[in-house]
């Protein structure tokens, strides 16, 4: 067991979940956000942080020994928006965790670092990044920062590019990309259990019938998806007709995301 967990964006939609789910993992649970988050629960602390303050993230980190980082901005936005959380965040995050011994990092990246691949395509770890979207920029930004800290300063780091984790798909494109909750935590489980991590590329989705991609090469750490989109389907399918064929949602991996617009500052 750690002594002490951070989990960054705690006050998000996955981190809340999160919050619920991870407290097994350590003595105590340090949850952050840049918002209030309310007050501590058991083996819980609480600290209000913004990822752009290099010195409020390096006293975030101080006591850490293990990093479940899900916090920064999660969809599209103006550039300055995302550089302040996903780059500038990210890097005094990995700073922190290299000045205060922290060797292991869960690091929330996104599906939308390869969004730009077709549907067709099935992918796995050695896919030439495709960023969709600023954002998708910014997580790859994130991937290349944490594999220069794994090689340089021994931070071992799983970079889970994670699909769409929500209690159930609610379209078609989900049928795909599913993340369950307690496929996500059992994924948490297993990097920080297992005795070497290393710094891999992890495609966070459920074992679904329909896939767009493949983590044979992680299968060391043990990590056995149970969940299956398919049970949804037919509610799914149910909810409105299929897209176009060259809609972007029925089309590219990223869906949407990919006519997302560059927003001026």
Not at 99 to 114: L, M, P, T
Not at 155 to 170: D, Q
Not at 203 to 216: I, R
Not at 228 to 251: F, L, M, Q, W
Request: aromatic share 10%; net charge negative; hydrophobic share 40%.
């Amino acid at each position: 067991m750690l002594k002490r967990l951070l989990l960054t964006g705690a006050g998000g939609g996955l981190g809340k979940m999160a919050r619920q789910r991870l407290g097994h993992l350590a003595e105590t649970l340090r949850v952050s956000d840049i918002a209030d988050i309310g007050p501590a629960g058991p083996n819980e602390e609480c600290v209000q942080c913004d990822l752009g303050d290099a010195r409020a993230v390096e006293l975030l980190v101080e006591g850490c020994d293990g990093i479940v980082h899900l916090g920064g901005q999660s969809v599209e936005d103006k550039f300055s928006v995302i550089a302040n959380a996903n780059i500038h965040g990210v890097f005094h995050l990995y700073e922190a965790a290299r000045k205060k011994g922290c060797k292991r990092i869960f690091f929330a990246s996104s599906n939308h670092v390869i969004g730009l691949y077709t549907q067709d395509q099935h992918l796995d770890h050695t896919a030439p990044p495709r960023p969709d979207t600023l954002y998708g920029v910014s997580k790859h930004f994130a991937e290349g920062l944490a594999q220069m800290y794994h090689h340089r300063f021994g931070i071992e780091t799983a970079l889970v590019r994670i699909g769409s984790c929500f209690p159930k798909p609610v379209d078609r494109r989900m049928l795909a990309t599913w993340l369950s909750p307690d496929d996500f935590v059992s994924l948490v489980e297993r990097v920080f259990a297992v005795p070497r991590l290393g710094c891999p590329v992890i495609y966070g989705v459920s074992d679904n019938d329909d896939c767009w991609w493949d983590n044979s090469h992680v299968s060391y750490l043990g990590w056995r998806p149970k969940d299956n989109s398919a049970v949804y389907r037919d509610e799914v399918y149910a909810k409105a007709p299929p897209p176009a064929k060259d809609a972007p949602e029925a089309y590219y991996q990223g869906g949407l995301f990919v006519v997302e617009p560059i927003r001026e500052e």
